[in-house]
């Protein structure tokens, strides 16, 4: 009876531990004037600050003025996607994010230019949107059909489809990268489960495989930096498949002519992040010490020198955040900043 008591003590003070506890870290830990969670995006230069309220809607706060951009349901959910070219921003809204928690649920997506300040463009449902070739081409996938999408931002009507042959594995999303207006490459999945990286040509009509890993327990990832393919393959669970990370200029797909610039025993996370600067990418790596408790930490390539260096001390960073040129690592409720202004509080872009 005593023993059952202090179980039940030590349960009650470990679930009172908050999870956003701060940990030691030399990276800055981000400020701002309210609540991080309604927080959405905000501008490198503070300008501009887009936040949701618990009402549903989606607000832009601009030069001491408060724009309405989207409505929704009370608690609806949004994402904003940019990228360094800054010419077409992507929304995403979610009126189910508190009672479907499934990663095949879709949203709906909107599209706008960058500049815009009007309510953005419905141009479909689904998950994981992607700008592409400076923001002209922007990407989904609809888990329910198993198709990716490919719609021009500026003319609508310019639209492509790739439907996915994978029957295996319902909660497969595919890697996409277009190369030019008539080239696109992504991922899908054989009989087998093995992940393969196919190109499908427009013009030709046509799909050619390139690739394809050796193992089910691999997953692949692309970034495109404008000038080279990082592709990526992880080993994943306990699998001792580890990691490999390769470049391929865009300008010459050889598959055959794959550079290796990055080799692990372990299976790192990946989530590769190559939009901030062509010379470099990020990425999360595992750094686990034998038979130790594992560890991630966010770390960067140069790709000339192939030289790697771990950027981050907070023991479990799974996921760079690029925030308009801001790199933001999220960690237990809070945000640290591995580039740019960590203290927005000093500018008036929360000003309601």
Request: proline share 3%.
């Amino acid at each position: 009876m005593v023993l059952s008591k202090q179980i039940k003590i030590l349960l009650l003070y470990f679930f009172s531990i908050p999870s956003f506890a701060l940990v030691e870290t030399k990276l800055p830990l981000l400020l701002t004037k309210q609540s991080i969670f309604n927080l959405r995006w905000v501008s490198l230069d503070g300008e501009k600050t887009y936040y949701q309220r618990s009402s549903g809607d989606l607000i832009l706060s601009t030069k001491y003025r408060v724009i309405e951009i989207l409505k929704g349901k009370e608690n609806t959910n949004y994402n904003i996607h940019t990228t360094r070219h800054r010419k077409t921003i992507v929304f995403t809204k979610d009126e189910s994010f508190h009672n479907w928690l499934g990663i095949r649920h879709p949203k709906e997506i909107y599209i706008s230019n960058f500049k815009s300040e009007k309510k953005p463009e419905f141009i479909g449902k689904g998950i994981k949107p992607k700008l592409h070739l400076e923001d002209k081409w922007i990407s989904y996938f609809d888990p329910l059909g198993r198709v990716i999408h490919l719609i021009n931002s500026k003319h609508n009507v310019l639209r492509l489809k790739i439907k996915l042959r994978n029957t295996h594995n319902p909660y497969f999303v595919p890697e996409v990268s277009m190369i030019d207006k008539d080239t696109v490459i992504y991922t899908d999945l054989n009989t087998k489960g093995q992940t393969g990286v196919l190109i499908y040509k427009k013009l030709l009509k046509k799909v050619e495989p390139s690739m394809k890993v050796s193992d089910v327990r691999e997953k692949v990832e692309f970034c495109n930096n404008g000038q080279e393919l990082i592709i990526g393959v992880f080993g994943t669970s306990i699998s001792k498949q580890g990691s490999q990370i390769y470049t391929l200029p865009i300008k010459d797909l050889n598959f055959k002519k794959l550079t290796s610039i990055y080799k692990s025993k372990l299976n790192d996370i990946g989530n590769i992040e190559c939009d901030h600067d062509e010379k470099i990418f990020y990425f999360s790596k595992n750094i686990t010490p034998k038979n130790k408790k594992q560890l991630y930490e966010i770390a960067k390539i140069d790709i000339k020198t192939k030289k790697v260096e771990i950027v981050s001390d907070l023991t479990y960073a799974t996921e760079l955040i690029n925030l308009d040129g801001r790199l933001l690592i999220q960690h237990r409720g809070n945000y640290y900043v591995l580039k740019g202004e960590e203290n927005l509080r000093k500018d008036d872009i929360f000003k309601l």
